[in-house]
Structures are given as structure tokens and as C-alpha cells.
């Protein structure tokens, strides 16, 4: 499939941004962070900035922005749909939250509430988005039962690592919260390699045979493409440049998103304050590299059934 | 409204082509483009038509495959449109509404003034059925001429898709499939039609008829009639081609 830059750059942001809100929502109640309005302030901030951000970039792959208002009436059948839905929810919820927190300083009784409905809300959003992918049966790839929790794991992760770098910056650090990262940080990559696994054994279970119903006349070969040109639909699924690469691709994924970000902030732990808040807030970043990248894998080494026409040989 | 209808609608109106017959011409794909570009409703783009890298929506195409190896190897004209699936996950993964299944005939369309051009839907489909126009924005994908089929300003000969009165070779059938009684259902049956990938679970409507086996020996190798004798003996011929050769 084609990584849209786009899209890439939205599920991290916003995937991020949820993440941190999920966080935010549950922590602040339990008091397990500072009740401090500025604390308040710029963690929600950073949490809506990140998740509009993404929210905003996803319309510029579609081809009629203007009619992204409909996006929000199907969410009977949709998930696209049901994701846009609850993604306002959400943030109107933690607006509530936010302003208790900024103005009030206050994250007990109903804005305990608030907090927790909106981290459900951003809870709800990213699987969501984790199951438009993987509601597409002709997507091998996608169309697997660790989709939707690696989706889930690395919101929480990128969530966890810019919750650790506004810790370290604002209140001078916390190993409980560097820990709670470290933890999650490496069950996002470990579900993700068990993912890879499944995706380099697993088959799809058509052909072009099965695509052609030809296979009983021996095996199917295309002789002739239906046009010289390449169209729509090889542009959009037809994506290889990568898949040489995926090998290598991954390793640089993993060491970005969870060996650098992972040492930076064991080394925190032992700097001083100022020195601790650079590593936290590098740590953050290159996680975001490494989602980025794996996000983009994630396309790229997708394959499509409709290849299958145009003489591939596994869809 | 992208929800499916609840039951599967009696009527189910599509195609039934035939692999045997399609000579792999592509005048289908010509007079659906030339139908669609100037009818319901907007025209069916291409970009840059004249230029090097032409590029445009086709709501239906033809690949020719080869199947087999050697002498047992056949060549397969395949033409390729929106099957009209009872299960379209197209449909469903529409978050704007513009994708819908009709009630009443099970054509699968799309409502272009709703279409956010989010291209979903072509993810969704296995068969490669839907393309962007990119010129207009919004999701295209074979309408089984909704504005011919019904339209009784036309003749009712006229009464069926672009591409099935345009076949020269009547590879391609028009009728309702979920008829048992009707002439493509007969057809189908007769035929031993199937569906494309039917391990997708979207069971399309329309059907496609298999190759019929190549003749066999005892047909394909019959004697021709023998031929006149080159060089007769005797009778008027016989005189003629003495006095021929003499001369
Ligand atoms: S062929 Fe594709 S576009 Fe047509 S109904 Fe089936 S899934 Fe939808
Ligand atoms: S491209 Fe249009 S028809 Fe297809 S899913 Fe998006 S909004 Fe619906």
C-alpha cells in the first residue's frame, strides 16, 4: 500500500496525543501528578496540539475536504466514521477536564469524571483507528488480530514518553513515570515484533487463480496489463519501493524508537535536572522517529488482493 | 445509509461474462467510458489524455491472462467492473454515506455530492473495482448504467448496460441473477458459472463463465474433405490437362 504522508504523520500525531490525554485523564485523578495549574496547562495543551494536529493532516489526503463534514454520519457502519465521532467527543470532554485542572487546579469528584470519560474517549478514538485498518479483509497485513492493540500500545507509548519529557521539564522528573514508560515503550515494540512475526508467516488466502477462478486451467499468468499507464489503483496499492528494505527498516525502527529513547532516559536518571529534561524531551522525539517509521512500514509492506490482476503472484 | 440493507434484496441485477467468447477487443471499456463520461453525472476524467503519462478513471477494464503451460496454455481475455457484491465491505467502511447498496436491485453506487474522497472504499474492495477521479474529487465505479437500465426514454433493446450492447462477440449478459428462472440464471447454471475470489466472503453478484474445454483429439483432428485431383486421368478434365501441359 502507499504510505500517505499524510496519514502517517496524523495516526503518530494524533495517536500521540491521545495517548497523552488517555494518561493525563487517568493520572491527574489518582493525583499521581502535579495538581499545578502551568503543569496542567501544557501537558493538555501538548495532548490537544498533537492530537488536532494529526487530526488536521488527515484531511489533506482526501480529495473533497470540504465534504469531511458528512465523515461524521455513519458511524453505524463506519469506523472511519465512528473515529471522527469519537475523536470530538473526546476532546470536548477533556476540555471540561482542562478546565478544571488550568483554572481551578482541580482534577477531584466530577472532574475525576471528566478526566476519566476523556481518557476512555481517547481510548475509544485510536482503537478505532486501529480498526479501520484492520476491518480490510482484502489487506493481509492489516486484516490481523494485533493490529488494533499495536495501534493501542504505541499511542500509549508515544503518550507516555511526552508525559515523562513534560515531567522532567516542568517538575523535575519522576522515575516512577520514566519507569511506567520504559514498560510500555518495550510492550509496544514487543507486540510489534510478534506482529511482524504473524504478517512473514501468515498467507493470504488468495491467488491468481482464486482472483481469475482460472486455476483449473493451470497456473495464471497476466499476459497483457488493461493499460499502458499506471493507474489509481496501482499508485495507491501497488507500493514496493520498500519491501527490499523491510528487513533493515525494522532494525532502524526499533533502535530509534526503543533503544535510543529507552537509554536517554535510564541516563536521565542520573544527570543532573537540566541535562535530565534534554534527554527526556530527545527521548520523546526519537520514539516519535522510530512510530513514524514503523508507521510507514506498516504500508509499505502491506499488499492489496487487486495486485493479483496486474501479476503479482501473493496478494 | 452505508449500512446494508437488511435482508439481501430479491432482484440482483449484474452481469454474466463470458470468458469463452470476449475476443479481448476492449470496446466494453471504451463505450463505458464514453457512456459514463457523458451521462449521470459528472464526466469521468482523465489527466494529462494527450501527454506522456496519461492517467483517467475507467469503471471497467479488460487484462488478458494466460493460464496453463505450453500447448495445454490458453489465453484469457478477462474484462473487470464492479461486481455488485451482497456483502460489500466498500459500503460499510464509508464514513460519509456516500457509498450505498439499493434496496430494491442490489446495484452498489455512489452518491457523488456526499463523496469526500477519502478513497477507503477502493482499500476495501478485493477486486480493484472503484478509482478515483481525480479530476472531480470523488469516487467512481461501474453504475450498471443505472440511467440506461431504467430509462424508458430509450428503446427497451437499448434497456441494458453500455458495455453489454456494445460486445461484438455477446460476451457479456445483463440480467436479474437473483431469478432463478431468468436467462442469465439459466445461463450460469448451464455454464457452471463462479465467483472471483470467493474466499473474500463478499459474495459478488455477478458471475463469470469458464473457457469451454479445448476440442479434443476425436473433434479437433476430424478429416477435412478431400480436394479435386490436381492433374486428372482421362474424361474432358484429363484431355485439358494433356493439351495443357503440351503446349
Ligand atoms: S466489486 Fe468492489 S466496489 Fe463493487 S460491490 Fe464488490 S467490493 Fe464494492
Ligand atoms: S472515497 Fe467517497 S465513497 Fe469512498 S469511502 Fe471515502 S467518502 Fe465514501
Redesign the pocket.
Known sequence: MHPAYSVIFFTTASGAGFGLLALLGVLGPLRLLPADRWFGLSALFLAFALAVGGLLSSTLHLKSPARARFAFSQWRSSWLSREGVASIATMAIAGVFAIGWVFFEATAGWWAAAGLLAALGALLTVFSTGKIYAVLKPIRQWHDPLVVPVYLLFALATGAVWLDAVVAVLAGGSVAVGLGTIIVVIGAWGTKVAYWKRIDQGRSPSTPESATGLGSLGQVRLLMAPHTEENYLQREMGYRVARKHTAKLRVVAGFFGLAVPVFLILAGWLLPTGAAAVCAVLAALFVSLGVVIERWLFFAEARHTVTLYYGDRVG | MTSLPKRPSAKKLGLVIDLDTCVGCHACVVNCKEWNTGGYPAPLTDQNPYGKDVSGAWLNRVHTFEAGEGAEGRTIHFPKSCLHCEEPLCVT????G??YKRDEDGIVL?DEDR???????AWACPYGAREMDMGVG??KKCTLCIDRIYNENLEEVDRVPACVSTCPASARHFGDLGDPNSAVSRLVAERGGYDLMPEQGYKPTNKYLPPRPRRDASTAGAKPEALDEASPEGGFLGWVDRLLSAV
Open positions: 467502511v464509508c464514513p460519509t456516500a457509498s455512489v463523496c469526500m474522497g477519502c478513497g477507503l472504499c470523488v469516487m
